[in-house]
């Protein structure tokens, strides 16, 4: 039921003392080891040395993705690499991309908080767990998987791909726990109805679902078809990866590791908190991280804390699901995009700018995105196989910068007016 009671169940005001000593062991390693924090907490006039409440937390200088972006690759590493044992990346060309690493105690810390999310919704060393997320430099393969491992359970590193086998190897492996994103949950459910099987001849008991935004409505549907209770956890590679939050088994929010993070929830115009409920940006200071910590992280996610105590006997507050962003970042099959990505690409390959649009949709539980680009005067060639091969360069930079399939479309001008005549760059037809 806990994985860790000791934290999971702590005293609220011990669980605040704790924060305390870690924040300020936190300070002092940014304030000495990295360049970037020591002059942000001086501008900021913070004597990281002197900080004897989470009060000051409320004073501390924020981190953004530009921040991250801005010391690519190893500039806000706060041990030397000799130390570091695995590096994570988001997706993206060089300017965008964060590269995030990890100590042996962090990768220690993060398979067990990723195994507190999993003993939560359910699982136990008796369990079969089939990881269902891409493995590779993204975190939520191999975050899920040590954890999983952490916990005692079976794990089948099955990752994406090949539904059919996925499927077989559920029913043959008796896998009892899915671990993936939400959408693929449905898309299994899918392809079982093609196969002329349905939920009861599995031995599935539980879903642990999270990387992209879902819905109530969702849950149900994946509860209903695959017979399962349904989860929702939270993380972002950014803070750490999966582990950072997930529901118990009530599903009645998620639980945040708040002896490893302090949650924040602010306006997003003032950047001050938001009043007890209120929706806001979630913003995240890791507390015991060493090659990779971070203060204030604007993860621009939008969620709410929920009041009161979880029957469970988990003292952590709880957290609502992820309601929105407060960028335009897209998520898409688990993995994050951002629309000036792919601007970038696109200016860089045609050598100027054309008019685009991003569109995404949801077929058959699928996320796909195209990219519709107009054919002006700068791509206009009278070989119909000129602009094809132009089509598959666009597609095969956009494939490679994301990390993601994407489809490329070459529209005649005025098309895209069209569309939609008010100029939005990204037509989101999901409803999630
Ligand atoms: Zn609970």
Known sequence: MYWQQAFECMPREDLEQLQLERLQATLYRLGTHVPFYRRRLREAKVDYEAITSLDALRRLPFTTKEDLHGNYPYGLFAVPLRDVVRIHSTSGTAGMTTVVGYTKNAIKNWSDLVARILCGAGVTAEDVVQIAYDYGI??????????AERLGAS???????NIKRQIRIMRDFKTTALVCTPSHALKLADAMMDMGLNGSELSLKYGIFGAEPWSEAMRREISERLGIIATDNYGLSEVMGPGVAGECLLCNGLHINEDHFLVEILDTATLEPVAAGGIGELVITTLTKEAFPVIRYRTRDLARLLPGICPCGRTFTRMSRILGRSDDMLTIKGVNVFPAQIEAALIDIVGGESPYRIIVDREKNEDTLTVMVEVTELLFSDQIRKQWAL????????????????????VEEKTLERIDSKGKKVIDNRRL
């Open 138 to 147: 993204f975190t939520g393969g191999l975050g899920l998987h040590y954890g």
């Open 155 to 161: 794990v089948i590193p099955i990752s994406s791909g």
């Open 391 to 410: 089509a598959d360069a666009i597609q095969d930079r956009l494939v490679t910068d994301l990390g993601v399939q994407i489809h490329v479309k070459l």
